[in-house]
């Protein structure tokens, strides 16, 4: 993705709420069913992830976007922004 196409949805991303919080309990297959749904209906989403230190949140986030096929935008503290292109089946 080019980097054009990041700056405007980090734009876009700035004023919605997340849509899925992660807690002590990690990435469970309710939670992890949770975001791809939410991938599905929004394509642009925001995530709260309340785990450990930097490292296990970074390892986490990184695994949810190869579960989902989404992409990291954005990481800040706690928070990431993660983009999935809509399929244009209907």
Known sequence: MKESEKKRLRGAGHS???VVLIGT???TGA??????LALDAHELIKIKV??????ERDAL???I???TG?????RVGN???LYRKQSDQT
Do not use: F, M, P, S
């Open 25 to 27: 309990a990690g990435l």
């Open 65 to 67: 976007c190869a579960n």
């Open 31 to 36: 939670v992890g069913a949770e975001i791809d």
């Open 70 to 74: 989404a992409e990291l935008i954005q």
């Open 61 to 63: 986030i990184k695994q």
């Open 16 to 18: 919605l709420n997340a």
């Open 79 to 81: 928070t990431a922004l």
């Open 50 to 55: 309340r785990v450990g230190d930097r490292n």
